[in-house]
């Protein structure tokens, strides 16, 4: 009976393993983006200025309280200081899901047409650094407001791209 028990336990360790080394190779899914958050633009962009798509650019972010944002977002700061920032996106040529890539942590709404859009997909990359989050959105061929908010310091990388 011992041996049988050594065996069950040495078999659900083993699976463990396993189950840690593909965790920790999950980064490689986030390389492209990972490579891009490591080199944004080299001057950040000011609160309320246009993001551009497909490429990393670094945020200067406000006060939360100086913030000029299109709504209020839907997740209040978790903690003080808190920085946020507005930013332009141009219209898409078409309907399509898009991958926001966020290195810090913060909160992310998209915003169209006045309404919030609801994320499809969320990936949590808190291991994964420069990366700390990918949040997906199925945006319309409209201009669009990016929100980040709830962030710890006044910066942030940030990557916009079709998926």
């Given amino acids: 009976m011992r041996a049988m028990v050594s065996i069950v336990v040495a078999a659900v360790l083993l699976n463990a393993g396993e189950a840690l080394a593909v965790d920790a190779s999950g980064c490689d899914q986030f390389a492209k983006v990972n ?3 490591a080199a944004p633009a080299a001057d950040p962009l000011p609160s309320g200025a246009a993001l551009p798509v497909g490429t990393a650019a670094r945020l200067k972010l406000v006060a939360f309280a100086e913030a000029k944002l299109a709504l209020a977002p839907e997740r209040p700061p978790k903690f003080s200081p808190s920085y946020a920032g507005a930013f332009a996106l141009d219209a898409p040529a078409s309907s399509g899901v898009f991958k926001v890539a966020l290195s810090s942590t913060g909160w992310i709404d998209l915003i169209q047409d ?3 859009l609801k994320p499809v997909h969320f990936s ?5 650094p420069p990366l700390r989050k990918v949040v997906e959105f199925r945006l319309a061929p409209a201009p669009a407001t990016l929100q980040v908010t709830g962030v710890g310091r006044d910066e942030v990388s940030i990557v916009v791209s079709p998926e």
Avoid: P, S, V, Y
Wanted: hydrophobic letters at 55%.
């Fill in 124 to 128: 949590d990359a808190a291991g994964c």
């Fill in 35 to 37: 490579a891009a958050l």
């Fill in 114 to 116: 006045g309404k919030f």
